[in-house]
């Protein structure tokens, strides 16, 4: 059987560029040898050798309280309905992922040290007791909304472990 490794790449071509996302298709040769067509989305923002997207996952510390994780809860159209996420957003140019990632936490959520401000950005920023994540996030997906993967994957993690 032959390696995956002997896949090679042949050529990218863009079909199709928005704002945001470009659909390009690339043509590649199997391990077989055959060539083969791949469709793929790029970011038309994306700067090369760096990230162009970073999330974050911040914990509220509260000295008489549960600490919290900080979520935001905003509509996404194309899956038509209201996601659960992890702050998250896009490296402008020039820009560090580090200080991407406090200026996107600063703009979607209003947190930084302490609450500055709510953006006007269609999100609901939503505080939930660590310990409690995994059932409000399976409340959310009963109401209707779609839970990020990446969130309910942390969640999952932060169960205890059984035997």
Avoid at 19 to 43: A, F, M
Wanted: some cysteine.
């Amino acid at each position: 059987m032959a390696s995956p490794n002997a896949a090679k790449f042949v050529k990218e071509e863009e079909v199709a560029r928005g704002k945001w996302l470009s659909l390009n298709n690339i043509t590649y040769t199997d391990p077989t040898g055959r060539e083969r067509q791949w469709e793929c989305v790029k970011r038309t923002t994306r700067q090369t050798d760096s990230a162009d997207a970073v999330g974050i996952i911040a914990i509220l510390k509260r000295m008489l309280k549960f600490d919290c994780i900080v979520l935001v809860l905003q509509y996404r159209p194309p899956m038509k309905c209201c996601s659960v996420e992890i702050p998250a957003g896009l490296v402008d140019a020039g820009e560090s992922p580090e200080t991407a990632a406090v200026r996107e936490l600063y703009e979607e959520t209003g947190y930084t040290a302490s609450v500055k401000h709510v953006t006007p950005e269609f999100i609901e920023v939503v505080l939930i007791p660590v310990d409690d994540l995994l059932q409000r996030l399976d409340d959310y997906a009963k109401s209707g909304c779609s839970v990020d993967s990446r969130v309910y994957s942390y969640a999952l993690g932060l169960q205890p472990k059984t035997s």
